[in-house]
Nanobody, 124 residues
Framework: QVQLVESGGGLVQAGGSLRLSCAAS????????MGWFRQAPGKEREFVAM????????RNVDSVKGRFTISRDDAMNTVYLQMNSLRPEDTARYYC?????????????????WGQGTQVTVSS
């Protein structure tokens, strides 16, 4: 059983930056593909970015390409999401997730464990 705790959210002006962190405990972190999802009010939870176990392959949703970067530190059991050039439409609750079953995972059903989320609000 893996526990995930996100941090780093907050209120930022458009064009600003935030770095989200997700600390994992209770499992072998290096064996999990890690992902970030977000959910805005009234909308479905959507995939944002993932980083695979073993080789660190990454994939982002088109709307954040060139602005968001996912990374991981297996020694620290932590995955990060660096968010630059933030826009009001990035406002959402951001969730960290871990997949034990898949090396490449871009849908909710591929993930086995979820954090409680951290709120990101971007003002215009």
């Amino acid at each position: 059983q893996v526990q995930l705790v996100e941090s780093g959210g907050g209120l930022v002006q458009a064009g600003g930056s935030l770095r989200l962190s997700c600390a994992a405990s209770g499992g072998r972190f290096s064996g999990y593909t890690m992902g970030w999802f977000r959910q805005a009010p009234g909308k479905e939870r959507e995939f944002v970015a993932m980083i695979s176990r073993s080789n660190g392959y990454t994939r982002n949703v088109d709307s954040v390409k060139g602005r968001f970067t996912i990374s991981r530190d297996d020694a620290m059991n932590t995955v990060y999401l660096q968010m630059n050039s933030l826009r009001p439409e990035d406002t959402a609750r951001y969730y960290c997730a871990a997949s034990a079953r898949f090396t490449v995972a871009t849908i909710r059903e591929s993930y086995d464990y979820w954090g409680q989320g951290t709120q990101v609000t971007v003002s215009s």
